[in-house]
Protein backbone atom coordinates (compact mmCIF):
# COMPACT_ATOMS: atom_id res chain seq x y z
CA UNK A 1 0.00 0.00 0.00
CA UNK A 2 1.22 3.29 -1.06
CA UNK A 3 2.08 5.83 1.95
CA UNK A 4 2.00 9.73 1.33
CA UNK A 5 4.24 11.73 2.82
CA UNK A 6 2.90 15.13 3.80
CA UNK A 7 5.12 18.36 3.42
CA UNK A 8 6.05 22.16 2.73
CA UNK A 9 8.54 24.41 3.46
CA UNK A 10 6.38 26.60 4.66
CA UNK A 11 6.03 24.49 7.88
CA UNK A 12 8.94 26.38 8.87
CA UNK A 13 7.07 29.30 9.65
CA UNK A 14 5.70 27.72 12.38
CA UNK A 15 7.83 29.35 14.98
CA UNK A 16 7.68 29.62 18.26
CA UNK A 17 10.69 31.69 18.85
CA UNK A 18 14.75 30.38 18.85
CA UNK A 19 14.38 29.14 22.50
CA UNK A 20 10.96 27.68 21.92
CA UNK A 21 10.90 23.51 22.02
CA UNK A 22 8.82 23.16 19.35
CA UNK A 23 11.50 23.60 16.62
CA UNK A 24 10.49 23.84 12.97
CA UNK A 25 14.18 22.76 12.24
CA UNK A 26 12.25 18.82 13.49
CA UNK A 27 10.60 18.60 10.38
CA UNK A 28 12.99 19.60 7.90
CA UNK A 29 15.03 17.03 10.06
CA UNK A 30 12.69 14.63 9.44
CA UNK A 31 12.04 14.91 5.69
CA UNK A 32 15.87 15.15 5.22
CA UNK A 33 16.13 12.16 6.84
CA UNK A 34 13.94 10.04 4.77
CA UNK A 35 15.57 11.30 1.71
CA UNK A 36 18.92 10.53 2.72
CA UNK A 37 17.63 6.72 3.50
CA UNK A 38 15.52 6.85 -0.35
CA UNK A 39 12.42 5.14 1.46
CA UNK A 40 10.08 8.39 0.28
CA UNK A 41 7.62 6.48 -1.48
CA UNK A 42 5.49 9.59 -2.66
CA UNK A 43 5.60 12.94 -1.77
CA UNK A 44 2.12 15.23 -1.39
CA UNK A 45 3.07 19.12 -1.25
CA UNK A 46 1.08 20.34 1.92
CA UNK A 47 -1.69 22.97 1.24
CA UNK A 48 -2.78 25.49 3.84
CA UNK A 49 -6.65 24.54 5.68
CA UNK A 50 -9.65 26.26 4.24
CA UNK A 51 -11.33 28.10 7.37
CA UNK A 52 -14.14 26.09 6.75
CA UNK A 53 -12.70 23.35 7.86
CA UNK A 54 -11.20 25.31 10.96
CA UNK A 55 -14.75 25.41 12.05
CA UNK A 56 -14.80 21.88 12.52
CA UNK A 57 -12.52 21.98 15.89
CA UNK A 58 -12.80 25.81 16.87
CA UNK A 59 -15.27 28.63 17.49
CA UNK A 60 -16.24 31.27 15.43
CA UNK A 61 -14.04 33.25 17.93
CA UNK A 62 -11.41 32.06 18.76
CA UNK A 63 -10.59 31.64 14.52
CA UNK A 64 -11.17 35.87 14.21
CA UNK A 65 -8.66 36.25 17.34
CA UNK A 66 -5.60 34.28 16.07
CA UNK A 67 -6.79 35.97 12.20
CA UNK A 68 -7.04 39.17 13.65
CA UNK A 69 -4.23 38.68 16.89
CA UNK A 70 -6.50 40.88 18.76
CA UNK A 71 -6.66 40.30 22.40
CA UNK A 72 -4.72 36.86 22.08
CA UNK A 73 -3.82 36.65 25.97
CA UNK A 74 -7.55 35.84 26.42
CA UNK A 75 -7.43 32.66 24.38
CA UNK A 76 -4.37 31.29 26.57
CA UNK A 77 -1.45 33.39 24.15
CA UNK A 78 1.67 35.16 25.69
CA UNK A 79 2.76 32.54 27.84
CA UNK A 80 6.17 30.87 27.30
CA UNK A 81 4.67 27.59 25.94
CA UNK A 82 2.50 29.48 23.59
CA UNK A 83 3.95 33.27 22.73
CA UNK A 84 2.16 35.20 20.25
CA UNK A 85 4.48 34.74 16.99
CA UNK A 86 4.52 36.28 13.38
CA UNK A 87 2.20 35.22 10.84
CA UNK A 88 0.64 32.66 13.93
CA UNK A 89 -2.45 32.44 11.66
CA UNK A 90 -0.80 31.68 7.96
CA UNK A 91 1.58 29.74 9.60
CA UNK A 92 -1.06 27.12 11.73
CA UNK A 93 -2.84 26.71 8.48
CA UNK A 94 -0.11 24.47 6.90
CA UNK A 95 -0.63 21.72 9.33
CA UNK A 96 -4.43 21.31 9.85
CA UNK A 97 -4.31 21.22 6.11
CA UNK A 98 -1.61 18.77 5.95
CA UNK A 99 -3.88 16.87 8.25
CA UNK A 100 -7.09 17.06 6.15
CA UNK A 101 -5.29 16.33 3.17
CA UNK A 102 -4.25 13.05 4.65
CA UNK A 103 -8.06 11.95 5.00
CA UNK A 104 -7.81 11.55 1.05
CA UNK A 105 -5.64 8.71 1.40
CA UNK A 106 -5.71 4.70 2.57
CA UNK A 107 -1.99 5.94 4.26
CA UNK A 108 -0.52 8.66 4.90
CA UNK A 109 1.92 10.55 7.31
CA UNK A 110 1.77 13.96 8.43
CA UNK A 111 4.84 14.91 10.69
CA UNK A 112 3.56 18.58 11.15
CA UNK A 113 0.44 17.37 12.60
CA UNK A 114 -0.38 16.36 15.93
CA UNK A 115 -0.63 19.29 17.91
CA UNK A 116 -3.50 17.68 20.19
CA UNK A 117 -3.74 19.95 22.90
CA UNK A 118 -5.62 22.77 21.33
CA UNK A 119 -8.95 23.18 23.03
CA UNK A 120 -11.67 24.69 20.82
CA UNK A 121 -11.55 28.23 22.13
CA UNK A 122 -7.96 28.23 23.93
CA UNK A 123 -4.43 27.60 22.25
CA UNK A 124 -2.26 25.40 25.19
CA UNK A 125 0.98 23.19 24.83
CA UNK A 126 2.69 24.85 22.07
CA UNK A 127 -0.45 24.29 19.87
CA UNK A 128 -2.58 27.08 17.88
CA UNK A 129 -5.38 24.26 16.14
CA UNK A 130 -6.46 21.16 16.34
CA UNK A 131 -5.12 19.02 13.30
CA UNK A 132 -6.14 15.65 14.87
CA UNK A 133 -10.10 17.01 15.91
CA UNK A 134 -10.05 18.57 12.24
CA UNK A 135 -8.94 15.61 10.69
CA UNK A 136 -11.58 13.09 12.35
CA UNK A 137 -14.23 15.24 11.89
CA UNK A 138 -13.54 14.46 8.26
CA UNK A 139 -12.75 11.19 8.66
CA UNK A 140 -16.24 10.78 10.29
CA UNK A 141 -18.16 12.07 6.95
CA UNK A 142 -16.46 8.54 5.22
CA UNK A 143 -16.02 6.08 8.34
CA UNK A 144 -18.46 5.38 11.06
CA UNK A 145 -15.72 4.35 13.69
CA UNK A 146 -12.30 5.80 13.56
CA UNK A 147 -9.49 4.61 16.88
CA UNK A 148 -7.60 7.60 17.63
CA UNK A 149 -4.02 6.96 19.30
CA UNK A 150 -2.22 8.92 20.78
CA UNK A 151 1.66 7.71 21.95
CA UNK A 152 3.09 11.03 22.86
CA UNK A 153 4.60 11.38 26.66
CA UNK A 154 1.56 13.94 27.00
CA UNK A 155 -2.18 13.52 27.49
CA UNK A 156 -4.10 13.70 24.22
CA UNK A 157 -6.45 16.19 26.28
CA UNK A 158 -7.67 18.60 23.27
CA UNK A 159 -8.77 15.50 21.29
CA UNK A 160 -10.58 13.74 24.71
CA UNK A 161 -12.15 17.01 24.80
CA UNK A 162 -13.62 17.01 21.31
CA UNK A 163 -14.96 13.74 21.81
CA UNK A 164 -15.64 12.93 25.29
CA UNK A 165 -19.56 12.45 24.31
CA UNK A 166 -19.21 10.58 20.75
CA UNK A 167 -19.42 6.32 21.07
CA UNK A 168 -17.52 6.85 17.20
CA UNK A 169 -14.81 7.63 18.25
CA UNK A 170 -12.20 5.21 19.98
CA UNK A 171 -9.77 7.86 22.02
CA UNK A 172 -6.75 5.96 23.18
CA UNK A 173 -4.20 7.64 25.23
CA UNK A 174 -0.99 6.33 27.01
CA UNK A 175 1.19 9.04 28.64
CA UNK A 176 3.73 9.86 31.48
CA UNK A 177 1.00 10.29 34.07
CA UNK A 178 -0.71 13.99 34.81
CA UNK A 179 0.59 13.56 38.33
CA UNK A 180 3.99 14.41 36.76
CA UNK A 181 3.37 15.96 33.91
CA UNK A 182 1.64 18.39 31.86
CA UNK A 183 -1.56 18.94 31.14
CA UNK A 184 -2.35 17.31 34.64
CA UNK A 185 -5.37 15.05 33.00
CA UNK A 186 -5.57 11.44 31.71
CA UNK A 187 -6.45 9.29 34.71
CA UNK A 188 -7.78 6.11 34.34
CA UNK A 189 -11.42 6.70 35.32
CA UNK A 190 -11.73 9.02 32.40
CA UNK A 191 -13.65 7.10 30.23
CA UNK A 192 -16.29 9.68 28.26
CA UNK A 193 -19.85 10.65 29.17
CA UNK A 194 -23.22 9.53 27.79
CA UNK A 195 -23.42 7.77 24.67
CA UNK A 196 -19.03 8.38 24.62
CA UNK A 197 -19.03 6.78 28.08
CA UNK A 198 -16.61 3.69 27.52
CA UNK A 199 -14.80 5.44 24.28
CA UNK A 200 -11.68 7.18 26.15
CA UNK A 201 -9.29 4.95 27.44
CA UNK A 202 -6.09 6.27 29.25
CA UNK A 203 -3.24 4.58 30.54
CA UNK A 204 -0.86 6.76 32.84
CA UNK A 205 2.61 5.65 33.51
CA UNK A 206 5.35 6.36 35.83
CA UNK A 207 8.75 8.20 34.94
CA UNK A 208 11.27 5.29 33.70
CA UNK A 209 9.24 3.46 32.38
CA UNK A 210 10.78 1.32 30.11
CA UNK A 211 10.22 -0.17 26.11
CA UNK A 212 9.71 -3.39 28.15
CA UNK A 213 6.54 -2.44 30.30
CA UNK A 214 4.95 0.26 27.76
CA UNK A 215 5.71 -2.57 25.05
CA UNK A 216 3.58 -4.95 27.41
CA UNK A 217 0.63 -2.49 28.55
CA UNK A 218 0.48 -1.46 25.01
CA UNK A 219 -0.32 -5.06 23.85
CA UNK A 220 -2.17 -5.95 26.61
CA UNK A 221 -4.25 -3.27 26.75
CA UNK A 222 -4.72 -0.87 23.15
CA UNK A 223 -4.59 -4.40 21.03
CA UNK A 224 -7.57 -5.90 22.31
CA UNK A 225 -9.53 -2.89 22.45
CA UNK A 226 -8.85 -1.77 19.52
CA UNK A 227 -9.74 -5.25 17.77
CA UNK A 228 -13.59 -5.09 20.41
CA UNK A 229 -14.03 -1.64 18.60
CA UNK A 230 -13.20 -2.93 15.25
CA UNK A 231 -12.33 0.41 13.43
CA UNK A 232 -12.46 1.18 10.06
CA UNK A 233 -9.40 3.54 10.17
CA UNK A 234 -6.70 4.51 12.88
CA UNK A 235 -5.43 7.97 13.25
CA UNK A 236 -2.50 7.35 15.29
CA UNK A 237 0.09 10.83 17.04
CA UNK A 238 3.23 9.57 17.07
CA UNK A 239 4.94 11.92 19.56
CA UNK A 240 8.81 10.62 20.41
CA UNK A 241 9.15 12.95 24.04
CA UNK A 242 8.86 9.31 25.34
CA UNK A 243 12.19 8.49 24.62
CA UNK A 244 14.63 8.74 27.52
CA UNK A 245 16.89 11.50 25.84
CA UNK A 246 14.08 14.14 25.86
CA UNK A 247 14.25 17.13 27.24
CA UNK A 248 10.81 17.75 28.59
CA UNK A 249 9.75 14.38 30.06
CA UNK A 250 10.35 11.06 32.02
CA UNK A 251 9.77 8.09 30.55
CA UNK A 252 12.50 5.66 29.34
CA UNK A 253 11.73 4.78 25.95
CA UNK A 254 14.46 4.02 22.95
CA UNK A 255 14.06 4.11 19.47
CA UNK A 256 13.90 0.49 19.61
CA UNK A 257 11.04 0.13 21.81
CA UNK A 258 9.79 3.28 19.90
CA UNK A 259 9.49 1.37 17.07
CA UNK A 260 8.49 -2.19 18.10
CA UNK A 261 5.02 0.44 19.22
CA UNK A 262 4.91 1.34 15.57
CA UNK A 263 5.38 -2.13 14.13
CA UNK A 264 2.32 -2.98 17.08
CA UNK A 265 -0.07 -0.68 15.76
CA UNK A 266 0.34 -1.90 11.67
CA UNK A 267 -1.59 -4.69 13.11
CA UNK A 268 -4.50 -2.94 14.51
CA UNK A 269 -5.97 -1.54 10.49
CA UNK A 270 -4.74 -1.51 6.98
CA UNK A 271 -5.87 2.24 6.77
CA UNK A 272 -3.77 4.41 8.59
CA UNK A 273 -3.06 7.76 8.98
CA UNK A 274 -0.31 9.34 11.43
CA UNK A 275 0.85 12.45 12.48
CA UNK A 276 3.66 14.14 14.47
CA UNK A 277 3.58 15.43 17.88
CA UNK A 278 5.64 16.13 20.56
CA UNK A 279 9.45 14.91 20.82
CA UNK A 280 12.34 17.96 21.51
CA UNK A 281 15.73 16.06 20.83
CA UNK A 282 16.56 16.79 17.48
CA UNK A 283 18.66 13.79 17.24
CA UNK A 284 15.95 11.57 18.02
CA UNK A 285 12.66 12.87 16.15
CA UNK A 286 14.27 12.71 12.44
CA UNK A 287 15.54 8.90 13.46
CA UNK A 288 12.14 8.33 15.11
CA UNK A 289 9.70 9.64 12.50
CA UNK A 290 11.93 8.25 9.64
CA UNK A 291 11.55 4.46 11.10
CA UNK A 292 7.88 5.07 12.00
CA UNK A 293 7.75 5.97 8.21
CA UNK A 294 9.61 3.12 6.90
CA UNK A 295 7.76 0.39 8.89
CA UNK A 296 4.43 2.01 7.47
CA UNK A 297 5.88 1.42 4.24
CA UNK A 298 7.45 -2.39 5.18
CA UNK A 299 10.98 -0.96 4.23
CA UNK A 300 12.43 -1.09 7.99
CA UNK A 301 15.85 1.76 8.46
CA UNK A 302 18.43 -0.52 10.00
CA UNK A 303 19.58 1.51 13.14
CA UNK A 304 21.30 -1.44 14.78
CA UNK A 305 24.24 0.67 16.01
CA UNK A 306 21.74 3.33 17.71
CA UNK A 307 19.72 0.81 19.09
CA UNK A 308 22.93 -0.67 20.44
CA UNK A 309 24.20 2.27 22.01
CA UNK A 310 20.72 3.35 23.87
CA UNK A 311 20.15 -0.31 25.31
CA UNK A 312 23.53 0.05 27.01
CA UNK A 313 22.89 3.63 27.99
CA UNK A 314 19.18 2.70 29.47
CA UNK A 315 20.69 -0.26 31.45
CA UNK A 316 22.76 2.03 33.84
CA UNK A 317 19.07 3.22 34.98
CA UNK A 318 17.39 0.33 35.08
CA UNK A 319 16.63 -0.14 38.81
CA UNK A 320 14.91 2.82 38.28
CA UNK A 321 11.95 1.20 36.34
CA UNK A 322 10.84 -0.72 39.01
CA UNK A 323 8.64 1.75 40.54
CA UNK A 324 7.09 2.55 36.99
CA UNK A 325 6.55 -1.33 36.63
CA UNK A 326 4.36 -0.88 40.07
CA UNK A 327 2.88 2.26 38.33
CA UNK A 328 1.31 0.34 35.26
CA UNK A 329 0.64 -2.80 37.38
CA UNK A 330 -1.95 -0.66 39.23
CA UNK A 331 -2.61 1.60 36.14
CA UNK A 332 -3.92 -1.78 34.35
CA UNK A 333 -5.50 -2.74 37.59
CA UNK A 334 -7.68 0.36 37.62
CA UNK A 335 -8.45 0.74 34.30
CA UNK A 336 -9.70 -3.15 34.11
CA UNK A 337 -11.93 -1.73 37.18
CA UNK A 338 -13.32 1.11 35.01
CA UNK A 339 -14.00 -0.83 31.62
CA UNK A 340 -14.50 -4.15 31.99
CA UNK A 341 -18.28 -3.53 30.91
CA UNK A 342 -17.10 -2.08 27.75
CA UNK A 343 -14.51 -3.85 26.69
CA UNK A 344 -12.74 -7.23 27.21
CA UNK A 345 -9.06 -6.85 28.76
ZN1 LIG B 1 4.14 15.81 24.09
Redesign the pocket.
Given at each position: MKTAFLYTENFMKYDLGENHPLNPVRLKKTYDMIKKYNILDFYVEAKPVSEHDLYLAHSKEYIEAVKTEKNLEMYGFGTPDNPIFKNIFESSLYYVGASVQCSGYSRAFNISGGLHHAKRNRAS?FCVFNDCVVLIKKLLEKYRRVAYIDI???HGDGVQEAFYTDPRILFISIHESGKFLFPGTGDTSEIGIGDGRGTTINIPLAPFTTDEIYLDMFRKIVLPITKDFDPEIIVTQL?I?THYLDP??HLYLTLKGYGDVIREMKKISKKWIALG???YNLETVPRAWALAYSIMRDVDIDFTKIYEEESKEVKKYKDLGTNAKYFADVTYKNLKGEISEYFSI
Open positions: GDTHGDLSGGG
